[in-house]
Nanobody, 125 residues
Framework: QVQLVESGGGLVQAGGSLRLSCAASGRAFSSYVMGWFRQAPGKEREFVAVISRSGGSTAYADSVKGRFTISRDNAKNTVYLQMNGLKPEDTAVYYC??????????????????WGQGTQVTVSS
């Protein structure tokens, strides 16, 4: 069992930056692929980024590539999402996720085993 708690969301102007953190409790954090999804009002949850168990491989949605960076610190049981160049269309609730299955780039929400409660990111124009 893994519990995920996100923090770092808030209100920022377009072009600004935010850093989301996700603290994981439970055992064997390094055995999970970690990632981020987001959900805007009236829209389905969408894949944002994913990082491998070691942190050596990452993947991003095309909409955030070059602006967002996912990283993890296995010693601290924490995964991060650095978001730069934020746009109003990035406004959403951001969810931290964990998956124990094989493979890295999995964009289907149901394939993830654990979800955080979400943190709101609002980008004003």
């Amino acid at each position: 069992q893994v519990q995920l708690v996100e923090s770092g969301g808030g209100l920022v102007q377009a072009g600004g930056s935010l850093r989301l953190s996700c603290a994981a409790s439970g055992r064997a954090f390094s055995s999970y692929v970690m990632g981020w999804f987001r959900q805007a009002p009236g829209k389905e949850r969408e894949f944002v980024a994913v990082i491998s168990r070691s942190g050596g491989s990452t993947a991003y949605a095309d909409s955030v590539k070059g602006r967002f960076t996912i990283s993890r610190d296995n010693a601290k049981n924490t995964v991060y999402l650095q978001m730069n160049g934020l746009k109003p269309e990035d406004t959403a609730v951001y969810y931290c996720v964990a998956r124990s299955g094989p493979g890295l780039v999995v964009i289907t929400p149901i394939r993830y085993d654990y979800w955080g409660q979400g943190t709101q990111v609002t980008v004003s124009s």
